[in-house]
């Protein structure tokens, strides 16, 4: 009756289009009466105690931080410096825009930021030099999913707190696998480019003028520096690096690049608080689910069934993965971490799976999420960006998702990609 209440009553909420936090929220009341020790004044208590967490302080920041480097002039300046090192190459503007998420995804941490901050700025230009609008908007749409791998990440943080793994370790790990998928996805950018025709910026820029582009993004780019820099060198947590984020985009927006007036800094952290709140509630929403699981020894049920069907690690994962797609597809990155994270950790470490080699498998395979339908945010957010409907970016969808696939099997059985630096550091 548990999981029939659960699981039921989400899948109902869902198709009923009641809101995802709400709908966990709601299939945790249903679920209580059969739950021994909970009463249904826990799901609001939940809804308090599952935000009061130090290490969750860094998710509104975060958010926080984003919005203001897209909003103050940073995103816009590390496209300049990314263009004139990268435009002249076939597909130049697409790589580009790989390249500039790539580096908005060291300091922002959210998928849906980073398209919406970029998106902006690239898609009327490649719409203008001759790229197609579905390739243009599934290339962003794609792109900002990085934002989630990369470090900061706002998913490793929930997954962190969520399993009580070390946020600096996963970190560490999101680096290259971060960086095997920008790399992916520039060779894809490059090699489809040719195909179409498609050449790079004809204009040639100087070394005085590379200098200059340089010189003039130099806040943004020693931005990352100082965040991640600050974490591994120990001067501050994840939680501190992201309150300095947020103070050093607010610095950077309003005093040295001028881009943030009063006007747009209240629109901006608007913003930041409209997706702050939707995230906690759905992370205290998610704190009642995850108590009711495991009450129920749920997680411990479903390891077994799945250790006894098969003890093979690789068919083990490969099923795991083809789960994680599947949720990816109906279910917001944020519940989805809250709510399998503990009941698929002790499958993966039953099979000699490490926590955070686990974490880094869950955060991409949920990244593939942002971009497939029919509830991947990033689709939405890009077809609002270009102002085309959201056919026009899941028609060019396909073959980007085809590209994460292949680099999400090499991180799943490539162990050493996503743990050399965590062991190298430990």
């Known amino acids: 009756m548990v999981i029939a209440a659960l699981f039921g009553g989400l899948a109902l909420f869902l198709i009923l ?52 480097m897209g909003a103050g002039g940073v995103s816009k300046r590390i496209l300049n410096v990314c263009n004139v090192f990268f435009g002249k190459v076939t597909g130049g503007l697409a790589i580009v825009t790989v390249i500039v998420c790539m580096f908005f995804a060291a300091v922002s941490g959210s998928g849906p930021a980073t398209v919406a901050a970029v998106g902006s700025m690239v898609v009327p230009t490649m719409l203008e030099k001759g790229y197609s609008k579905k390739f243009t908007l599934a290339l962003i749409a794609c792109a900002g999913s990085i934002g989630v791998i990369i470090p900061p990440s706002i998913p490793m943080v929930i997954y962190g707190v969520s399993t009580s793994t070390s946020i600096s370790n996963l970190f560490l790990a999101g680096f290259l696998p971060g960086i095997l998928i920008g790399l992916a996805l520039i060779f894809f950018c490059y090699v489809y480019a040719k195909k179409q025709g498609w050449k790079g910026d004809e204009k040639v820029y100087t070394t005085k003028e590379k200098l200059a582009a340089v010189w003039d993004a130099k806040w943004a780019l020693i931005n990352p520096v100082i965040i991640l820099g600050g974490i591994y060198a120990g001067i501050f947590t994840p939680t501190e690096a992201a309150a300095v984020a947020a103070v050093y985009a607010f610095i950077c927006g309003v005093f040295i690049h001028k881009e943030l007036d009063f006007k747009n800094l209240f ?3 608007g913003n930041a608080c409209s997706t ?56 917001d990155t944020t519940p989805a971490i809250m709510v399998l994270a503990p009941i698929l950790l002790p499958v993966a470490t039953s099979i000699g799976i490490d926590p955070v080699h686990f974490g880094i498998i869950m955060v991409v395979n949920l990244a593939i999420g942002f971009i497939t339908p029919p509830l991947g945010i990033n689709l939405f957010v890009a077809s609002r960006v270009g102002s085309e409907p959201l056919e026009t970016v899941t028609k060019g969808i396909i073959p980007f998702i085809l590209v994460m696939i292949a680099c999400l099997l090499l991180i799943t059985y490539i162990a050493p990609i996503s743990m050399i630096l965590p062991n190298l550091f430990s």
Do not use: R
């Open 17 to 68: 289009n009641v809101p995802v936090g709400i709908s966990i929220g709601l299939a945790s009341l249903l679920a209580i009466p059969f739950t021994t020790g909970l009463s249904a004044g826990y799901v609001p208590q939940a809804l308090f105690t599952g935000c009061d967490s130090f290490p969750i302080m860094a998710i509104p920041l975060f958010i926080l931080a984003g919005e203001l």
């Open 267 to 269: 629109a901006t952290v």
């Open 276 to 331: 702050t709140a939707t995230t906690m509630v759905i992370l205290g929403c998610a704190t009642a689910f995850t108590k009711i699981l495991t009450i129920q020894q749920i997680p411990n049920m479903i390891t077994n069934a799945i250790i006894s069907a098969t003890d093979n690690a690789f068919l083990i994962l490969m099923l795991i993965n083809i789960l994680l797609l599947v949720v990816g597809c109906f279910m």
